[in-house]
């Protein structure tokens, strides 16, 4: 007997259907990856990139997954050679790239900038294609990729004109600079696998790192119109990118020993137990951005109606596959059930569509098996008592999910501790605030949280309380990482080291100091190599 097929089939398009101008185009069937400054073929086998959004047969409304191409699957000698190439380039920190004064490696950078500005319109479309995300979001993620370079890049400056004098303490002369610290392994995730990628992969190559470089498991293919740009805009070996199974490629990496920056965002799992491949782990850095399960307290004190559009936005903005998305509401009794009500009628609002449709706020999901994951969760909260609290709540299509909102949501249902990381928006009734104080607390997970609330007395209390807690408190707003010159960290499972766009360049840094006593004899030295610039670490030139 055939299954229904579901309404939400209807929404995926047939090959008419799709504009021109955003059509997929051929599959890219890619060979190519670099090493050593050039483009290598990969002669092996290639992993196929599927896309989210499915092709609807008109006739039979029967939905089939639409390939793109496919990408390298490296194994574990090229990661070596991309190694080799990566050490070679930094030559012990006597290399070229390590070597260049600032404002040269500020060039390349730039140089790399104007480059990947030409490739916008291609990168743009495989994010819709690659993972889901809808036009705007995906414009915003370029641009705001490209703003970060221009940023870090104003950024190291104003970092080396502060460099530029000498310091006098106690008698002693010192001279401080930030310094590179050696080979980085960078690893972003699919959900920004651009901009969150540039966000380590940026600071790590401006400071004078040499760079391996793996592009995300889904929204690979995106990088490959980059590859050439990257080849033409850095020494050789100083980017290297690869592609593969992690654990046929990173993890012989980290067995070498010979990483010295672990860069990585996904799961505290995944950090940990590469870190563990690592022989000597007190000499590896490592910058992780990982898991969260940011709650939203929402106060009975709290402006209702811009409280519930901001929930939404905050748990649903790219189907709530953020890690700062709103991923549980602790919603006070007094005010839950007419919250849920307008939460509920507000979810039903929004647009599910495919990425390239005006108004697309729902878009299908990128990685296989998600929906059948997200429906298992479902099914524990409703099980246990829970009820979907919007009309056609966790309906499934292939890879579309119709985001559902689940209440009352308990202590002994997995969403409670679960991070869904999609459409999903469990809300919890409480009556003592300790209820919250004491998830928060005892969570795994220290990212952010939000506090919704009008009565300053207790909106303070509860943010001296949590301060200690997360790593950033918003007050009546949604969860989120911008600006990017605000530190984004977290505590527990959710980080390891802080990155904005100063901090990240000191997270692959390291400062070092040239000091001399204070006498006739050394000023003189230092004078003479300043003159002669003999030392480009010692010169006092201002970088404008």
């Known amino acids: 007997m055939n299954q229904p097929v579901s309404p939400l089939a209807g929404l995926f398009p047939t090959s008419a259907d799709i504009p021109p101008q955003f059509a997929p185009g051929e599959p890219v069937f890619q060979r190519d990856y670099l090493i050593g400054g050039a483009l290598k073929r990969?002669?092996?086998?290639?992993?196929?990139?599927?896309?989210?959004?499915?092709?609807?047969?008109?006739?039979?409304?029967?939905?089939?997954?639409?390939?793109?191409g496919a990408t390298p699957l490296l194994d574990g000698t090229a990661a070596l050679t991309a190694l080799d190439a990566a050490l070679k380039a930094y030559d012990l920190g006597r290399g070229e790239w390590p070597t260049l004064p600032v404002l040269e490696r500020v060039l390349h950078v730039e140089k790399f900038l104007q480059a990947m500005l030409k490739t916008r319109t291609e990168v743009i479309k495989l994010l819709m294609w690659e993972i889901g995300k809808n036009e705007a979001d995906a414009s915003k993620e370029f641009d705001r990729t490209c703003d970060y370079i221009r940023d870090t890049i104003h950024a190291l400056k104003q970092q080396d004109r502060n460099a530029a004098h000498f310091i006098v303490e106690q008698g002693t002369i010192g001279k401080i600079r930030r310094v590179p610290v050696g080979v980085a392994l960078c690893m972003g995730p699919f959900n920004y696998p651009l901009n969150e990628t540039f966000t380590t992969l940026i600071p790590a190559l401006i400071m004078g790192n040499t760079v391996i470089f793996k592009p995300a498991k889904y929204g690979v293919l995106l990088i490959q119109p980059l590859l050439q740009a990257f080849a033409d805009s850095f020494p050789p070996g100083v980017i290297n990118i690869i592609y593969g199974r992690g654990r046929e490629t990173v993890g012989v990496l980290m067995e070498s020993g010979k990483i010295d920056v672990f860069?990585?965002?996904?799961?505290?799992?995944?950090?940990?137990?590469?870190?563990?491949?690592?022989?000597?782990?007190?000499?590896?850095?490592?910058?992780?951005?990982?898991?969260?399960k940011n709650p939203a307290i929402i106060l009975p004190c709290c402006d209702l109606n811009a409280t519930v559009k901001e929930a939404v936005s905050g748990a649903l903005s790219f189907n709530g596959q953020r890690c700062t998305a709103l991923k549980i509401l602790f919603v006070h009794q007094s005010i839950a059930d007419e919250f849920v009500q307008k939460l509920a009628q507000e979810v039903n609002a929004l647009k599910l569509a495919m990425p390239w449709q005006a108004g697309a706020q729902i878009t299908p999901l990128p990685e296989p098996g998600k929906t059948a994951a997200l429906t298992a969760l479902l099914q524990d909260a409703t099980e246990k008592g829970a009820q979907v609290m919007n009309q056609g709540g966790g309906e499934v299509a292939a890879s579309l999910f119709k985001p559902a909102v689940l209440y009352p949501v308990t202590a002994d249902m997995r969403l409670y501790q679960e991070e869904q990381f999609g459409p999903l928006v469990p809300v919890v009734p409480f009556n003592d605030i300790s209820e919250v104080i004491d998830y928060v607390i005892h969570s795994d997970f220290g990212q952010q949280l939000s506090i919704f609330g009008r009565e300053p007395q207790q909106v303070g209390e509860l943010v001296d309380i949590f301060a200690n807690q997360v790593g950033r408190?918003?007050?009546?707003?949604?969860?989120?990482?911008?600006?990017?010159?605000?530190?984004?960290?977290?505590r527990k499972d959710s980080a390891e080291g802080t990155l904005s766009v100063e901090d990240a360049l000191l997270q692959f840094s390291i400062p070092?100091?040239?000091?001399?006593?204070?006498?006739?004899q050394q000023i003189a030295l230092l004078k003479q190599m300043i003159h002669q610039r003999s030392s480009s670490f010692l010169a006092t030139d201002f970088l404008f």
Do not use: M
Not at 475 to 486: M, T, Y
């Open 42 to 68: 990969w002669p092996g086998e290639l992993a196929p990139v599927v896309s989210p959004v499915c092709l609807r047969d008109e006739n039979t409304n029967e939905l089939t997954p639409y390939v793109l």
């Open 263 to 292: 860069a990585f965002i996904g799961t505290n799992k995944g950090a940990s137990d590469l870190k563990k491949l690592h022989p000597k782990p007190h000499r590896l850095r490592a910058v992780l951005g990982l898991d969260a």
């Open 473 to 490: 408190i918003n007050i009546n707003s949604q969860c989120q990482r911008s600006p990017d010159s605000f530190p984004f960290t977290g």
């Open 512 to 520: 070092t100091l040239v000091a001399a006593k204070q006498n006739d």
